[in-house]
Nanobody, 125 residues
Framework: VQLQASGGGLVQAGESLRLSCSIS????????VGWFRQPPGKEREGISC????????RYADSAKGRFTLSKDNAQNTVFLQLNNLTPDDTAVYYC???????????????????WGKGTLVTVSS
């Protein structure tokens, strides 16, 4: 399973970014997918995920109302729209996929997860 995240960059507080994660077609159809981030000096945390069962979306409290997860089957890509960014959103963002119903909605790190290389988001004040 190959995942490739992109779209990070340096922005000012209040601005937006859209992160992209290209995934193989088979994975997009049958796997749960999600986004994590790791701020400097902190542990990785789940931000948003899409359930394998019903494709419902789940957001961490820090992301609710500002971030939106979406997918484009034609492009085999999952997106994470980041709006109204703050310096606290500065982190390396990772996409992940796994063939498991236990991953989402709890962001559980189950066996067999595939990860893309992270993309850095830096928000200046």
């Amino acid at each position: 399973v190959q995942l490739q995240a992109s779209g990070g960059g340096l922005v000012q507080a209040g601005e937006s970014l859209r992160l992209s994660c290209s995934i193989s077609q088979e994975t997009l159809d049958y796997y749960a997918v999600g986004w994590f981030r790791q701020p400097p000096g902190k542990e990785r945390e789940g931000i948003s995920c899409m359930s394998r069962l019903d494709r419902s979306r789940r957001y961490a409290d820090s992301a609710k109302g500002r971030f939106t997860l979406s997918k484009d089957n034609a492009q085999n890509t999952v997106f994470l729209q980041l709006n109204n960014l703050t310096p606290d959103d500065t982190a390396v963002y990772y996409c992940a996929a796994v063939d498991s119903v236990r991953f989402c909605p709890g962001f559980n790190l189950v066996g067999g997860m595939s990860w893309g290389k992270g993309t850095l988001v830096t928000v200046s004040s």
